[in-house]
């Protein structure tokens, strides 16, 4: 198949949804069900106060919207998702804390707001993403999910944030600062430290609401393929936008020396490299009804719009 650039805008042929309206909608809804949660869950600990100020902070909510769509797509009220998403929430925040420690990527801002070392200093930080980890699986064990639901979606996690997800594609990125790694290695990275949960953010939004299999497992393919897209969007980011716009520092993959498909192909190459992975996820929901698919579709060509 071959793409050109100008295809960013046929993506968006025959949807009809206001996908910037529908996102600060399910956002709201999101952030009103999160500030529930700490308020019930208030404690008096400084570990309590530092994930707390992390997981307020802000960000798109990308996560727990998309497992909200994926629950709308497979015919359930998106609002069931939101103890998974909410723990989804928390793992992602988990490793954004991690990541910002000195011994990772040494960052001093996240969200538009000092990273959690900064504000609590490192131990605390650490201890704090420790902790939402834990809490994110007390949140899908005290849901009221059914016992097999609560088993999968724990099982998930445990597969996409081991080894074989986040933690190993942070060690992955680590490794690969500096190195001359190659797009392949490059597409391993992206599938490990973000397009995992991406799929996880799919999967558990469509298996609270129904057990289709293959329903389930084209939802989480187009997860799949649309977390390689975000990935290489923030990437292009990183070299066209400003730490403001972003809410966190700018230009630091190159400063890094980080493996990213922008130093691999160059910037309009891994344009086409995101419109690519915007198709195959586009492709993925080939087997649902439009009604169930545009939503998710039309999010994804608005994602792929940020940077084309
Ligand atoms: C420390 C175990 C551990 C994992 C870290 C690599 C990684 C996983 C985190 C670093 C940050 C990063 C580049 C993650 C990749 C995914 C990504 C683009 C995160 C930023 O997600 P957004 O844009 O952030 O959804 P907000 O703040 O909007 O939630």
Redesign the pocket.
């Known amino acids: 198949m071959k793409i050109v650039l100008g295809r960013a805008i046929a993506l968006n042929r025959g949807i009809t949804v206001d996908i910037s309206a529908l996102i600060t909608t399910r956002k709201a809804v999101f952030d009103e069900y999160l500030a529930g949660y700490l308020r019930d869950a208030q404690s008096s600990s400084g570990i309590f106060e530092a994930f707390a100020y992390s997981l307020k902070a802000?960000?798109?909510?990308?996560?727990p919207i998309l497992a909200m769509l994926a629950c709308e797509a497979a015919g359930g009220p998106g609002t069931a998702a939101l103890p998974v998403g909410l723990a989804i929430e928390m793992i992602?925040?988990?490793?954004?804390i991690?990541?910002d420690l000195p011994a990772?990527?040494n960052d001093d801002l996240?969200?538009g707001m000092p990273t959690c070392h900064k504000k609590f200093g490192e131990a605390t930080a650490i201890l704090a993403?420790d902790a939402l980890i834990f809490q994110a699986l007390a949140v899908i064990c005290t849901s009221p999910y059914s016992p097999q639901v609560k088993v999968d979606l724990c099982t998930a996690f445990a597969d996409v944030c081991g080894t074989a997800g986040?933690?190993q594609?942070?060690y992955e990125?680590v490794l690969a600062e500096g190195r001359d790694v190659d797009l392949s290695q490059i597409e391993e990275i992206y599938t490990q430290?973000?397009s995992r949960l991406f799929e996880m953010s799919l999967y558990a939004g469509a298996r609270v609401a129904c057990d289709d299999k293959a329903l389930i497992g084209s939802l989480a393919g187009f997860g799949t393929h649309l977390g390689l897209a975000?990935?290489a969007i923030?990437d292009i980011l990183d070299v066209t936008s400003d730490s403001r716009t972003l809410?966190?520092s700018a230009g630091k993959d190159l400063v890094q020396r980080k493996a990213t498909v922008v130093k691999a192909l160059g910037l309009d190459a891994a344009r086409i490299w995101a419109q690519t992975s915007t198709l195959k996820a586009i492709k993925a929901l080939d087997g649902l009804r439009d009604d169930q698919a545009e939503t998710l579709k039309g999010l994804a060509s608005w994602m792929l719009k940020r940077v084309m």
């Open positions: 802000g960000g798109k909510r990308i996560r992602h925040t988990f490793s954004l991690h990541d990772l990527d996240r969200r993403g986040l933690v594609g942070e990125d430290k973000t975000f990935q923030d809410g966190k």
